[in-house]
Nanobody, 125 residues
Framework: QVQLVESGGGLVQVGGSLRLSCAAS????????MGWFRQAPGKEREFVAA????????YYTDSVKGRFTISRDNAKNTVYLQLNSLKPEDTAVYYC??????????????????WGQGTQVTVSS
């Protein structure tokens, strides 16, 4: 069983920044691929960014490339998402997910076995 706890969300103005954190339980965090997804009201959950277990491979959805950065600290069992140059369309609940399958990094939500409770990001214009 893996427990994930997100933090760092909040209300920010257009162009502002936030750093989201996702703390994971378990002694094998360094073997998990990790992902960030988001869900806006009335929309489906969508992929934002993912990072491989080693941290060497990252993927981003096109709309956040150059603005968001995913990273991880395996010693702290934590994955981060740095959000810069925020736009109103970034407003959503952000979720982190853990893929414990030991398979290659994926952008599909179905690959992620465990999810956090989510943290709200609101960008005001």
């Amino acid at each position: 069983q893996v427990q994930l706890v997100e933090s760092g969300g909040g209300l920010v103005q257009v162009g502002g920044s936030l750093r989201l954190s996702c703390a994971a339980s378990g002694r094998t965090f360094s073997t998990y691929n990790m992902g960030w997804f988001r869900q806006a009201p009335g929309k489906e959950r969508e992929f934002v960014a993912a990072i491989s277990a080693s941290g060497r491979t990252t993927y981003y959805t096109d709309s956040v490339k150059g603005r968001f950065t995913i990273s991880r600290d395996n010693a702290k069992n934590t994955v981060y998402l740095q959000l810069n140059s925020l736009k109103p369309e970034d407003t959503a609940v952000y979720y982190c997910g853990a893929d414990i399958s030991l398979r290659p990094l994926s952008v599909g939500a179905g690959r992620y076995n465990y999810w956090g409770q989510g943290t709200q990001v609101t960008v005001s214009s």
